[in-house]
């Protein structure tokens, strides 16, 4: 009973230890888990970082910044009144986005989804590129080796249409001209589909062979989005894929030091921004050999990239390379079709093992219900009748020493001051009574990663963004808005506190009474589909207890 003790002491020490970090993190004070992982700052200020908030002060990268690029030496900057260009800002319109490319640089410089409502302002759609004063959040492409078209150059854009009305897919097709090298952007749209066909042709009309090297970089603030819920964490940085090194992910912070881990070279895979639901992917065609990015770029201001040589170009001669942009929701099949490793941007850590195999029946489970409020809950209820043996041991050992409590109670008050003597006592009790002290503790520890990993994959899916469950619950992502679910949480905490043995020491009895209103101020902030789901684990526990309580209390061992 002392080890339960300690167990519990310990459970709630760090309860209140995690309660007062996410306190912290809430009011911008540096986080004693999670040290700088989403830097709140302001967007990136000064000349540069003016610049770049209006899409023309971002730097092309200097081929020398990334060891072994053949067009190091011939690398130079923006041109000086590059930054004074100004440009046209052409909307394109699809059934799935709404994307606006500047004519200077030809960069992607907002992008709305048109099928995603913003976590803020629920009667809005969700922008994820934006280039405005407190977001920065962009696409860009160019030629680095030369004098040649970059992402600050003035682009002429060739007449097409704008808005995909029956067809198919539309393109946008730029045009640019500088030292005789002609760099020819076409942005390709799909019906349904999140992923852009970004092709480069570069045409040497120079008159002597050129060697440039193509550049594909994201570039953000490292801020974290806005709306982003108390009490839960999630990530908000770059990540970078190679088939050798796999999936290698890093907060800003780490580009901020100069310290993301990650592959500078490679001939596959493909580079990304993750946040929480959405990504966006550069991924270059395969077979390509590249340098890969990272950089700070301004205060608060990174970039993550791919340097990709074209080889050597002869006058009159073209070579073009292709690439896909996917920027969207985190959907696994959509990920999974698009590249390979794309799907671990949805990353559930070290429980990915049992993770994917529940997100799976979760979605099998869905296919059949079609509300993913009934779905958490058919599920909780099949995970609940797998490890029914676990916790059916777990509950006959509580029931059990719930019984003797009193005979407990009784050593502790008749040994209180020899604590030897008290441990013989209670040793002894437990061998006459045939209980195992920890017997209550073994099956929950097993069962925990599992738990765990439905915790992740429910917080992770943005399948539950927006998705209603019934009357009041219009959003499983979005906290309750009339707080019944974390009410209903502290009720079932509460009832199960009073099933569970009572602890012989008072000053432990009133801790354990308090431990669910501790709890529900957390569950006040979490999504409610969250919440949903401990709830159904509670009530079902509740059940499962109760049961075993009555049929221990009912028979011989209460004679």
């Known amino acids: 009973m002392d080890i339960k003790r300690t167990v519990l002491w310990v459970v709630f020490s760090v309860s209140l230890l995690f309660l007062w970090d996410q306190w912290q993190r809430h009011n911008g004070q540096p986080s004693l888990f999670f040290p700088s992982a989403n830097p709140t700052a302001p967007a990136a200020t000064g000349p540069a970082g003016a610049a770049a908030s209006a899409g023309a002060g971002t730097a092309v990268p200097q081929a020398s910044a990334v060891a072994g690029t053949p067009a190091a030496a011939s690398a130079s900057a923006v041109p000086a009144n590059a930054a004074e260009a100004k440009g046209e800002i052409i909307t394109v319109t699809t059934d799935v986005f709404k994307a606006d490319i500047d004519t200077v640089g030809g960069e992607l410089k907002r992008l709305e989804l048109l099928k995603h409502k913003d976590t803020v302002d629920p009667t809005k759609n969700l922008v994820l590129f934006d280039s405005s004063a407190t977001r920065t959040y962009l696409a860009e492409t160019g030629l680095i080796g030369g004098p040649f078209p970059n992402h600050k150059s003035p682009f002429t854009a060739l007449p097409g249409a704008r808005t995909l009305d029956n067809g198919k897919q539309l393109q946008l097709v730029l045009e640019s001209t500088e030292g005789g090298v002609k760099l020819t952007k076409t942005y390709t749209f799909k019906r349904g589909d999140y992923s852009i066909d970004v092709k480069h042709t570069v045409t040497n009309d120079s008159g002597a062979p050129i060697s440039p090297s193509l550049y594909l970089q994201l570039v953000r603030d490292g801020n974290a989005p806005e709306g982003e819920q108390r009490f839960v964490h999630t990530f908000t940085g770059a990540s970078v894929y190679t088939e050798g090194s796999k999936f290698q992910k890093f907060a800003f912070d780490k580009i901020e030091g100069g310290k993301a881990d990650h592959a500078t070279k490679a001939d596959d895979g493909w580079f990304a921004l993750i946040q929480h639901y959405f990504v966006s992917a550069f991924i270059p065609q395969d077979k390509a050999p590249r340098e890969i990015f990272t950089k700070k770029i301004a205060t608060n201001l990174y970039a993550v990239g791919n340097i990709l040589p074209l080889g050597t170009i002869a006058p009159g001669a073209s070579v073009s390379m292709d690439a896909r942009l996917y920027s969207g929701p985190e959907v696994q099949a959509d990920l999974e079709a698009i590249a390979p490793g794309l799907e671990l941007v949805k990353d559930y850590g070290w429980l990915t093992i049992i993770a994917k195999p529940i997100f799976w029946l979760m979605t099998q489970i869905h296919k059949v219900l079609g509300n993913w409020g009934w779905t958490i809950i058919a ?126 020491d008072p000053m432990q009895a009133k801790v354990m009474m308090f431990m669910p209103l501790i709890f529900s101020v957390m569950f006040f902030f979490f999504p409610s589909g969250l919440v949903l789901y401990w709830v159904t684990n509670n009530v079902l526990s509740i059940a499962q207890q109760w049961v075993i309580t009555r049929k221990i209390g009912t028979g011989p061992a209460k004679a």
Not at 447 to 469: D, H, M
């Open 379 to 504: 599920l909780t209820v099949l995970i609940k009748l797998a490890f029914f043996p676990l916790s059916a041991a777990s509950y006959r050992s509580m029931a059990k020493m719930k019984l003797v409590t009193p005979k407990m109670t009784a050593i502790r008050e008749r040994f209180k001051s020899d604590p030897q003597k008290m441990n013989q006592a209670m040793m002894e009790l437990y061998k006459t009574e045939k209980i195992n002290p920890l017997g209550g503790c073994l099956p929950i520890v097993v069962q925990i990663p599992v738990f765990i990993s439905l915790y992740w994959v429910l917080l992770a899916s943005v399948e539950i963004r927006n998705a209603p469950w019934l009357g009041w619950i219009h959003d499983l992502a979005a906290p309750d808005p009339f707080y019944i679910l974390p009410v209903v949480m502290a009720i079932s905490m509460f009832i199960q506190t009073k099933l569970n043995p009572t602890p012989p």
